[in-house]
């Protein structure tokens, strides 16, 4: 495989955060920038710093990776969060075994440097979800986080068809179903830059729970 990779970045509302995020961009990898629907400068200030820009209307997590994965071009694709609660320097920690073959689909294990950095009710929802993963499909996983690569062609073949909150599990289950090898690696969680959209509240967190929930009754695993 090639050793650029692209790294999907979703986006809603993060102008503040992307200089942070985009100067810890590891050499060798092209930053997809995929603006959701911002009402900041989040577009402007990541072409600034030479992002490609992908403008995804459909809100949702699934839709913005979804053309992210669609407009890269790299044998390699990884996809982070692009508010700072990720250091972008570890990403080789999790595409170095997808580029070695070691793995197809690598996930990100979360580890909080603070208390701040993972509020109670998402990181309980989350070992729930992953627990739920666990017997369900066998898998040796504890985290359903965002941070995660895999083959670019590959994870497009999967069709995932989810646009919302459901789309980081139901990309593992179609993966387990497809019998990848997939691995997980420790990764650093931060408190994120600003106010979070998504899992960092509890209508949040409720949304990704009943979208995940509903991927996994259908899962069709043992």
Request: proline content about 7%.
């Given at each position: 495989?090639?050793?650029?990779?692209?790294?999907?970045?979703?986006?809603?509302?993060?102008?503040?955060?992307?200089?942070?995020?985009?100067?810890?961009?590891?050499?060798?990898?092209?930053?997809?920038?995929?603006?959701?629907?911002?009402?900041?400068?989040?577009?402007?200030?990541?072409?600034?710093?030479?992002?490609?820009?992908?403008?995804?209307?459909?809100?949702?997590?699934?839709?913005?990776?979804?053309?992210?994965?669609?407009?890269?071009?790299?044998?390699?694709?990884?996809?982070?969060?692009?508010?700072?609660?990720?250091?972008?320097?570890?990403?080789?920690?999790?595409?170095?075994?997808?580029?070695?073959?070691?793995?197809?689909?690598?996930?990100?294990?979360?580890?909080?440097?603070?208390?701040?950095?993972?509020?109670?009710?998402?990181?309980?929802?989350?070992?729930?979800l992953a627990r739920r993963l666990r017997k369900i499909a066998g898998l040796d996983l504890h985290d359903l986080g965002p941070m995660r690569a895999a083959g670019r062609e590959k994870l497009l073949s999967l069709g995932l068809r989810d646009r919302r909150s459901g789309y980081p599990l139901e990309m593992v289950l179609a993966a387990a179903r497809e019998g990848w090898h997939i691995s997980e690696v420790e990764v650093t969680y931060r408190p994120r830059n600003g106010r979070s959209k998504v899992t960092g509240t509890v209508r949040g967190t409720a949304l990704a729970v009943a979208d995940m929930s509903r991927m996994l009754r259908g899962a069709g695993l043992r």
């Open positions: 495989m090639s050793g650029t990779i692209d790294v999907v970045l979703p986006c809603l509302d993060e102008a503040a955060a992307l200089p942070g995020v985009l100067r810890g961009l590891p050499a060798g990898m092209r930053a997809i920038v995929v603006d959701n629907g911002s009402s900041d400068d989040s577009a402007s200030v990541a072409e600034e710093l030479g992002a490609t820009v992908v403008h995804e209307p459909r809100r949702g997590f699934g839709a913005a990776v979804h053309a992210g994965v669609s407009a890269a071009t790299a044998d390699v694709v990884a996809i982070c969060d692009a508010d700072g609660s990720f250091d972008l320097a570890e990403l080789p920690r999790v595409t170095g075994p997808v580029l070695t073959g070691e793995s197809d689909l690598v996930l990100g294990r979360r580890i909080p440097v603070s208390r701040t950095a993972w509020p109670p009710h998402a990181r309980f929802a989350n070992a729930y």
